[in-house]
Each structure stands twice: as C-alpha cells, then as structure tokens.
C-alpha cells in the first residue's frame, strides 16, 4: 500500500513538472518578428486614429472635451458602449468563470440587450431634457441639495478604481503574463501610462473613434480565436459531449484525503450547458439571473457615467437609440467569443485549467483558490500560429485600454463638473479642462499604487468578484434612478435616506463577506449562512427591494417636489416646455435674502427656508422624527420668477428614422428571446 501511494505520488509530481516545463515555455511565445509586428502596427494605427480625431474636434471647450461636442453618429456611440463595457476583465472572467461551471455567465451578457433599449428609449431622453453632463449632476436637479450628487460622485470614484480599474489591471497582468512572461508592474504601468496619455490629450472625441477602431479589432480577433478554439476541439458537438469530462488528471488520492477534497470541487457541474438554474443548488440561480442581474445592469448601463456619458455624445436622440441598438447587437457574441472558449480551454488543459489542489494551482497560475482565470490566454499562447498569436495580444491590449480610457475620461469628468466646481465654483472652462487632465493622472498613480492589493485578493473567478461588488453596492442607485425618473412623489429625502439606508446594508453584507472571507470549494468560509448564505443576486433583489421601500416610505411622509421644478426631469414631463425653476436656485435665492434680512435686523443668520408643515398619520410622523425631516420645499407663493433657460434641447425625431430604430429594437428583442429560449 505505501509502495503504491508513494508511486501515485511521484507520478503526480512527475506530471505537474511536465506541465510546468510546457508552460513555462509557452510564456515567452510572443517574441517573434510576426508578432511583434502586429502589435507595433496595432499601436501606430491607434495613434494615428487618435490624432486625426483630436485635430477634428474642438478639445477647448468642456463640451468639445466631456461630450465630444455632441457630434458623434450611432456607430461610434454603439461601438464605445460596448468597447467601454468588454474590457481585458471580461476576457479573462468570463471564460474563467465558464471555464469553471458552465455557460449561466453568459446571462450577464444576454440581460443586457433589454437593458440598453432602457437606456435610449427611457433614460437618455430625461437626461438630454435635464442639460446635464454628469449623473450626479441629474440628481441635483432632480432634487435639490448637495449631499446626493455628492454622494454619488464619491461612491462611483470609489467603485471606478477598486472594481473596474483594479480588474481590467488584474485581468491584462494575467494575460501578459501567461503571454509575455513580463514582469507585472512594468506591463501595467506602461499600459496605464499609453492609455493615460490619449485619454489626457484627446478627450472622449479621440476615446469614441479609437474605441471604434478597438471595437473591429476586438471582435475579428475573438472570432478568429473562437475558429482555432471550435476546430481544435472537433466543433460544438464534441464540446457538448467532452466538457462533463474534463476533469483534472493530476488529482491524487493523496490530495483527496489531504484536503478532503469532494468530486464536485473538480467534475465540472451537470447543468454546465442550462442558462436557468436550480434557484437554491444552482451556482447562479434563476431567480437572481433574471431579476438580480436585470437590477445590477440598470445601475451599471443606465446610470453609471461611463456608459451614460458616451450617449449624451450624440448628435440626437436617434444616433443614440441605434446606438444602444447597434451595442446590444454586439453584446450577442461574448457567449460565443468569450464562454465557449473558456470552456474549450479546460477541455484542452484539465490540469491547469481545471486545477484544484492547492499547491498545483499555486504553481500553475500564482494562486492556491483555482486557475480558471487562465482560460482564455492559455487559448492564446498555445493555439494560435505566429501573427495571429500578436493580432490577439492586440485584442487583449484594445480591450483593456478602451475600458481604462473610459473610466479615465469619465471619472475625470465626475471629479471636475461634481467636486472641484464645489471647491472652485468661479473655475473657468479652461481651468475645468486642465484640472479633468491632472485627475487622469493622478488615478493612474493610485492604480498604480493598488496592483499589490489587486495581486494579494486573486479570486477563483474574476467575473463573480466584479458582479458580487457591483451587487452589495448598485441596488440602491439604480432604486433611485428608477424612481427619480418615473415617481415625481419621490424628494430629496426619500433619496438620499434611501441611499444611506441602502449603503448600510450592502457594506455589512460586504464587510462581513471580506472579514470571513468567500472560501472555496476545499476550504468553505465560515461566514454564517443567514449573512453569506444568501447568493449575491439575490442579495441585490432584497437591497433594491428595501432601498425601493425605504425611498417611497421617506417621501410619501414629507412634502412633495412642487411640477414646477420638475419640468424635463422626470418621464412624463421630458416633453413639457415650461419654464423650469430650479431648486437649488430658489433656494439660494432665499438664503440670501434671509441673511442679508438678518444682517440688517442683527440677528442670527438662519439659512432654512420654514413652511408651514401640513398634518401627517402617525407612522409619518415617526419616520420624520427618526431621520430628522422636516419640509423643504419652497412654498410657492414665496418662489420668484427665474430667468428663462438656455434653448431648450430638441428630442424629438423624425418619423421614419424613429420607426427604424423601433422595428430594429424589436428585431434584436426578439433574438435576444429566441437565445435565452434556446439554452434556458
């Protein structure tokens, strides 16, 4: 017996030093002539795209910077929004992910087609009507008062540099690695630098038509790998049929009993090829994928700068709807490009694909938790013939620098229009400009700074990590920009007591999460299961739920916002074409008064505006009390005339193209249907 487990030992220490010989060398397999250029000849046509649309554009306005002078057509707002939204993360984490269980990632992807329609047909037309630049700059306009835009504006700066930046960085250092064997931190920083450098000097008229350019690039090279990927391992049906036996063969009985390892932690799952599962064994439940997902993606595609600020680009309200038409279109291939080939890659690689003991998983990939991450570039580096090897590193290095661009850009945007206007309220134009390119740099220095963090919290599958955050902490805004737009009932109050109430609940699942720690498969968390049991789609029905309830509660129990004050703001006004008067205006109007009345009787200076409360139910009465409320609104027989707006802006459209991008929406609906039928 001992003869016979130190005999299983040495062939299994055998077996890992093949492979690891085998994957060392392939980590060097972009050094060729061919490969090499292909990538200088991608980076000099990026450049040169990049400096014919900076020399077209006026980049000395903040509208010609942020917006890119609202010129842009339906296909470089559809290609930056999904150029945007594929970055290097989506590569990597969502073959490892499918890799690891299946094809339910994809969902992710496929929700979003109903999402966009969303985007052009309900939100971007309030947010036109509005005259706004930023998010945050809606819900003060929305609703008055500093704190939620404030709020917002800190909370997506927060969200930007430890969710998106830290996984595109996370997501190209693997890629590079496996492909290049360079050292990390010089890969990334350059990136980061390159990257930085056209976002600083172009502004986003030079980040939409190069994303357009990446965007070609990204979908040939994926689709060329996909080819490569389907023909190495025999077509669909052979990996209908291998997949459910791909399972690790340097798995030892040494290692079983070592670490108690149970076969499902290897065997990948029977329900790998279902878009619908099990709604409490399932490892993303049905529920969760058809409304967890959908709550998640109304934050992320209807309310986060970084998509909203690409359609508010457009020359009209048609550009932007066949836009959002155009990127849900593209948003059909990831399964395809992305999934399959995940898959296909731990068909291919079982050891290091699929690894699950420990100390192999630390020496295939740098992390003991699983190397499914390593599913798509291991596809790369050993499949693909030289050039095609280079074209591919292109398609990795588009992607990662068209997502960091735009979360550049769009965070620069959000720390100069929402926070340094408060410091600086007099800046000038120029001034906002310079100041939106210092922000871009010093983002890239505390990216920079985060790789350690980044490299110390690998996870098993990236794509979770991304979504399981975006779930704690997205709920609450989309809740509230839901309501914003469709409730006119819902105030200031109800929001940003909504969003507190919110924030609060999402960071104690959050923090009691990282305290445990999410486990894995060998080594469970020991988080308790009321807490943690409850899977993060979900958790983010019950947050949006509570959010939901706790916003129109609020509301429902103080003074309403008067229509006057709501003209183009909300849905059902985004066609009125009365005066608007502003909120914060009224009321700035009136604390002057009030201290230059003060000032002049010697009096204590009093900023509030008091009227006169009407009787409330009780359980109104005691939500006010429990927050502090008290009513806000300006009454109106106080309210005086403001200077009429500036032109208001123009949406509607011209009937036959209107029809158009209708009956394409519909078309795309209806595929979108026929997909989820199809693999349900």
Same mark, same amino acid.
């Given at each position: 017996m001992c003869r016979w487990l130190?005999?299983?030992?040495?062939?299994? /220490?055998?077996?890992?030093?093949?492979?690891?010989?085998?994957?060392?060398? /392939?980590?060097?397999?972009?050094?060729?002539?061919?490969?090499?250029?292909?990538?200088?000849?991608?980076?000099?046509?990026?450049?040169?795209?990049?400096?014919?649309?900076?020399?077209?554009?006026?980049?000395?306005?903040?509208?010609?910077?942020?917006?890119?002078g609202r010129t842009m057509t339906w296909l470089p707002v559809g290609a930056s929004l999904f150029a945007?939204?594929?970055?290097?993360?989506?590569?990597?984490?969502?073959?490892?992910?499918g890799a690891a269980s299946g094809i339910a990632v994809g969902g992710f992807e496929w929700n979003a087609l109903f999402i966009v329609l969303l985007?052009?047909?309900?939100?971007?037309?309030?947010?036109?009507?509005?005259?706004?630049?930023?998010?945050? $700059?809606?819900?003060?306009?929305?609703?008055?008062?500093?704190?939620?835009?404030?709020?917002?504006?800190?909370?997506?700066?927060f969200l930007y540099i430890f969710t998106k930046i830290s996984v595109d960085m996370f997501s190209g250092a693997v890629f590079i690695q496996q492909a290049l064997g360079w050292n990390i931190y010089i890969a990334v920083v350059a990136l980061l630098l390159i990257t930085a450098l056209y976002t600083v000097t172009g502004?986003?008229?030079?980040?939409?038509?190069?994303?357009?350019? $990446?965007?070609?690039?990204?979908?040939?090279?994926?689709?060329?790998?996909?080819?490569?990927?389907?023909?190495?391992?025999?077509?669909?049906?052979?990996?209908?049929?291998?997949?459910?036996?791909?399972?690790?063969?340097?798995?030892?009985?040494?290692?079983?009993?070592?670490?108690?390892?149970?076969?499902?932690?290897?065997?990948?799952?029977?329900?790998?090829?279902?878009?619908?599962?099990?709604?409490?064994?399932?490892?993303?439940?049905?529920?969760?994928?058809?409304?967890g997902i959908s709550i998640g993606s109304i934050w992320y595609?209807?309310?986060? $700068?970084?998509?909203?600020?690409?359609?508010?680009?457009?020359?009209?309200?048609?550009?932007?709807k066949a836009g959002c038409i155009l990127c849900g279109y593209l948003k059909l291939l990831p399964m395809f490009l992305m999934v399959f080939p995940g898959m296909i890659s731990r068909i291919l690689y079982p050891d290091e694909v699929g690894c699950v003991v420990p100390e192999i998983c630390k020496k295939v990939c740098g992390t003991e938790v699983g190397c499914s991450n390593i599913a798509y570039p291991k596809l790369v580096v050993t499949i693909m013939p030289n050039g095609l090897r280079g074209l591919m590193l292109a398609v990795m290095l588009a992607a990662l620098m068209s997502s960091l661009a735009s979360i550049f850009n769009s965070s620069s945007t959000l720390f100069t229009m929402d926070i340094w206007t408060r410091i600086r309220p007099r800046a000038s134009g120029r001034e906002l400009i310079i100041v939106g390119r210092v922000w871009v740099l010093c983002i890239v220095a505390i990216s920079i700074c985060w790789i350690p963090v980044v490299q110390a919290a690998q996870s098993g599958q990236l794509f979770d990590y991304i979504q399981s955050i975006s779930s704690y902490l997205g709920p609450p805004i989309a809740a509230v920009f839901l309501l914003a737009l469709f409730v006119k009932r819902v105030n200031e109050a109800g929001a940003f007591w909504g969003l507190m109430g919110g924030l609060?609940?999402?960071?104690?699942?959050?923090?009691?999460?990282?305290?445990?720690?999410?486990?894995?498969?060998?080594?469970?968390?020991?988080?308790?299961?009321?807490?943690?049991?409850?899977?993060?789609?979900?958790?983010?029905?019950?947050?949006?739920?509570?959010?939901?309830?706790?916003?129109?509660?609020?509301?429902?129990?103080?003074?309403?916002?008067?229509?006057?004050?709501?003209?183009?703001?909300?849905?059902?006004?985004?066609?009125?074409?009365?005066?608007?008067?502003?909120?914060?205006?009224?009321? /700035?109007?009136?604390?002057?008064?009030?201290?230059?009345?003060?000032?002049g009787r010697g009096t204590e200076l009093n900023n509030t505006v008091v009227v006169a409360e009407e009787e409330k139910p009780s359980i109104c009465q005691l939500v006010a009390g429990f927050f502090g409320l008290h009513s806000s609104s300006p009454a109106p027989e106080q309210e005086e005339p403001e200077p009429e707006e500036q032109e208001m802006p123009d949406i509607t459209e011209d009937p036959l193209w209107k029809n158009l991008v209708n009956v394409n929406a519909l078309i795309m609906m209806t595929a979108a249907v026929f997909m989820w039928g199809y693999f349900a």
């Open positions: 130190c005999r299983t030992q040495q062939t299994s /220490e055998s077996h890992l030093s093949g492979a690891m010989e085998n994957l060392s060398s /392939e980590k060097v397999a972009i050094s060729n002539p061919a490969d090499i250029s292909v990538i200088i000849g991608y980076f000099l046509m990026v450049i040169g795209v990049g400096i014919w649309s900076m020399l077209r554009t006026n980049r000395a306005t903040v509208g010609g910077y942020f917006l890119a945007s939204n594929i970055g290097s993360g989506h590569f990597v984490g969502l073959a490892g992910t985007l052009g047909w309900l939100f971007v037309p309030v947010y036109l009507t509005a005259g706004v630049i930023t998010m945050p $700059q809606y819900l003060k306009k929305r609703f008055g008062g500093t704190r939620i835009s404030l709020y917002l504006s800190v909370i997506s700066l502004g986003l008229a030079a980040l939409m038509y190069t994303d357009t350019v $990446q965007t070609f690039v990204i979908i040939v090279g994926a689709f060329v790998l996909t080819g490569f990927s389907f023909a190495e391992v025999g077509g669909y049906s052979a990996l209908l049929a291998k997949y459910s036996s791909a399972i690790p063969f340097n798995v030892s009985s040494i290692d079983v009993q070592r670490y108690n390892i149970s076969p499902h932690c290897y065997t990948p799952r029977q329900d790998a090829f279902s878009l619908l599962r099990d709604p409490t064994t399932g490892d993303l439940p049905w529920p969760g994928v058809l409304f595609w209807c309310s986060d $700068q970084v998509i909203v600020q690409r359609c508010l680009a457009a020359r009209s309200i048609t550009h932007v609060a609940i999402g960071l104690c699942r959050m923090g009691l999460e990282f305290w445990f720690g999410s486990g894995n498969c060998i080594f469970p968390s020991q988080c308790p299961f009321i807490i943690c049991g409850v899977h993060y789609l979900h958790f983010a029905i019950i947050l949006f739920s509570c959010t939901t309830v706790l916003v129109l509660l609020v509301s429902y129990c103080t003074e309403p916002i008067a229509d006057e004050h709501l003209h183009r703001l909300v849905f059902s006004l985004r066609h009125s074409k009365e005066e608007r008067k502003d909120l914060d205006l009224q009321l /700035e109007e009136k604390a002057q008064r009030a201290q230059e009345e003060d000032k």
